[in-house]
């Protein structure tokens, strides 16, 4: 058993500093998925897509 | 006496041994067609003939074949999702996840095409379009209404109402008769033309043209989504719920101006097959206001995002995960960022984000 310790201890501001910084990183990372929904039911209501006509034909 | 009935079984037993041995050969003829269709390989099938094994008669269901053009079967499934009267419930399934059950109905009112889509889990979400009219009426949000064209549902909305938009990226294979939800139905493969793009299998009913099943398949052929139509409904007249609901009395259209112009001192230099350039612009994202410089690609089937924004912070690695058949890849390239989102395999994405390039511009924005 070795007492040597290469790891290095982290204080608890640290550890605070990297918890915020993952935090902050998945608040990122979700502001942009949403926005990617966002902007793919947008792009429905910008673009010109010319539907086939309506006509009723029910199958008999 | 024992010999003797046996030996007076003998040639009957001959006999149906011969017609069993005919049988499992034709089956196997049968099969070994299927098998060969069911590869992912992008071959040109205009025109499929298949043997039609679900033939009510019974007698010769082997010996019949059905001549079938997929352009044909398209332009059939694409009039019968507009055009008819019908209510379908659909799961929405992705591995890992809880399947979503949602209720699909369209109709002709007024001579107007009607569609409703809800969620029939948690709080009671509701799409509605009215011709061109689509009014969002979900309980955690205000209720409103945009022009659009369509409703973005479970199924890719230009597979089954516009199918000639996916075909420069896709080829529609098809597989022959299977079933699916209790009903006959048409099995067909959409195939990415440059293996870039995951693959489909699409079923679609036999008798009225509805599409039933749509499975999203990665580059390994396994599964990551799974439309299914559990219920499908065909009625001559309006479903009750469009009768209720009037147009009158749905949100008021919120108007979008359309997006400026910018020109992007970046470009992707080289698309997959079949994706185009839809838009771009420079917006802010609604959770943590960053402004962002943007491009939406299309191939007709999916959608992905490419964000260029100021790097916050130092990211060593490339973030790259897939949620719900949803590919996010971020790269910081100080002070940038690029991110690419999309339902797109990891290795695409790669290769869209490694086609980045700077560009010289004017300095002046286009309006």
């Not at chain 2, 055009?83 to 369209?106: A, D």
């Not at chain 2, 009671?124 to 955690?140: C, E, H, K, T, W």
């Not at chain 2, 199924?155 to 597989?175: D, Q, T, W």
Request: glycine share 4%; hydrophobic share 40%; net charge negative.
């Amino acid at each position: 058993v070795s007492l040597s310790q290469s790891r290095t201890i982290q204080t608890p501001e640290q550890q605070m500093n990297e918890r915020q910084a993952v935090l902050e990183q998945r608040k990122r990372i979700n502001a942009l998925l949403v926005d990617h929904q966002q902007q793919i039911r947008l792009k429905a209501a910008i673009e010109n897509v010319i539907e086939p006509k309506i006509e009723q034909v029910n199958p008999e | 006496m024992h010999d003797i009935s046996s030996s007076k079984q003998r040639p009957i037993c001959a006999i149906v041994s011969l017609f069993s041995f005919l049988l499992v050969l034709s089956v196997s003829t049968f099969s070994v067609h299927a098998i060969e269709s069911d590869t992912l390989t992008a071959q040109s099938f205009p025109e499929a003939v298949v043997a039609d094994s679900i033939d009510e008669n019974i007698a010769e269901p082997l010996l019949s074949t059905v001549t079938m053009d997929v352009d044909d079967l398209l332009t059939k499934m694409s009039m019968a999702t507009n055009t008819l009267n019908y209510q379908s419930t659909l799961i929405v399934y992705r591995p890992g996840h809880e399947p979503i059950p949602y209720l699909w109905k369209h109709g002709i009112k007024d001579g107007q095409s009607v569609e409703l889509l809800s969620e029939l889990n948690g709080p009671n979400a509701r799409i509605v379009r009215f011709g061109d009219q689509v009014s969002f009426l979900n309980p955690d949000m205000p209720a409103h209404s945009l022009q659009q064209s369509h409703i973005h549902g479970p199924f890719a909305h230009n597979l089954i109402r516009n199918p000639k938009l996916i075909s420069e990226a896709y080829e529609v294979i098809l597989v022959g008769k299977s079933r699916s939800a209790g009903k006959e139905a048409w099995q067909l493969r959409i195939v990415s033309r440059d293996n870039s793009r995951y693959h489909y299998i699409l079923w679609m009913d036999a008798q009225s043209n509805l599409p039933l099943k749509l499975n999203t398949l990665n580059v390994k052929g396994e599964l990551i989504e799974q439309v299914q139509a559990t219920n499908l409904q065909i009625s001559e007249t309006l479903d009750a719920d469009f009768a209720q609901l009037e147009k009158s009395g749905m949100p008021q259209i919120m108007h979008i101006n359309p997006p400026k112009a910018f020109s992007l001192n970046w470009a992707i230099n080289r698309l997959p097959v079949g994706m185009k350039k839809v838009k771009r612009d420079i917006h802010r994202l609604a959770i943590t206001d960053d402004v962002v410089e943007y491009v939406l690609l299309s191939d007709g089937m999916v959608d992905v995002s490419v964000y260029l924004q100021k790097a916050s912070f130092a990211q060593p690695d490339d973030v790259l995960f897939t949620k719900d058949a949803v590919t996010f890849l971020s790269r910081v390239n100080d002070p940038l960022q690029v991110s690419v989102i999309g339902k797109i395999p990891p290795a695409t994405a790669q290769r869209i984000l490694q086609m980045i390039e700077s560009v010289d511009v004017p300095a002046t924005v286009n309006p």
